[in-house]
Nanobody, 123 residues
Framework: QVQLVESGGGLVQAGGSLRLSCAAS????????MGWFRQAPGKEREFVAC????????YYADYVQGRFSISRDNAKNTVYLQLNSLKPEDTAVFYC????????????????WGQGTQVTVSS
């Protein structure tokens, strides 16, 4: 019943930007923490960012270094990930995910997952 659908991925040059969206349905969105993970070819899925319920506190992986920004629109049941200053090493499938309440950077703690959207950064 819960569905997370990512969009906004694509091919960009190094230094460029993309805005990813994740539309949620069948979910108590406003009481859920929403997160983004990514998985590069041949690599394990890794944490990118998370935004908590209610107060909307945000958390980022160390490698983000201010380049990405997560936000949410509870009226639209949508979470966003703004990607700036993209590097070739950012190339990955980006996944939207959800868990109850507070943010955690452990993949196994998240309950629902989207199918992912491909981000490719050329050099």
């Amino acid at each position: 019943q819960v569905q997370l659908v990512e969009s906004g991925g694509g091919l960009v040059q190094a230094g460029g930007s993309l805005r990813l969206s994740c539309a949620a349905s069948g979910l108590q969105f406003s009481t859920s923490a929403m997160g983004w993970f990514r998985q590069a070819p041949g690599k394990e899925r890794e944490f990118v960012a998370c935004i908590s319920h209610v107060v909307g506190s945000t958390y980022y992986a160390d490698y983000v270094q201010g380049r990405f920004s997560i936000s949410r629109d509870n009226a639209k049941n949508t979470v966003y990930l703004q990607l700036n200053s993209l590097k070739p090493e950012d190339t990955a499938v980006f996944y939207c995910t959800s868990k109850r309440a507070y943010c955690i950077n452990q993949e196994r703690q998240f309950t629902y997952w989207g199918q992912g959207t491909q981000v490719t950064v050329s050099s």
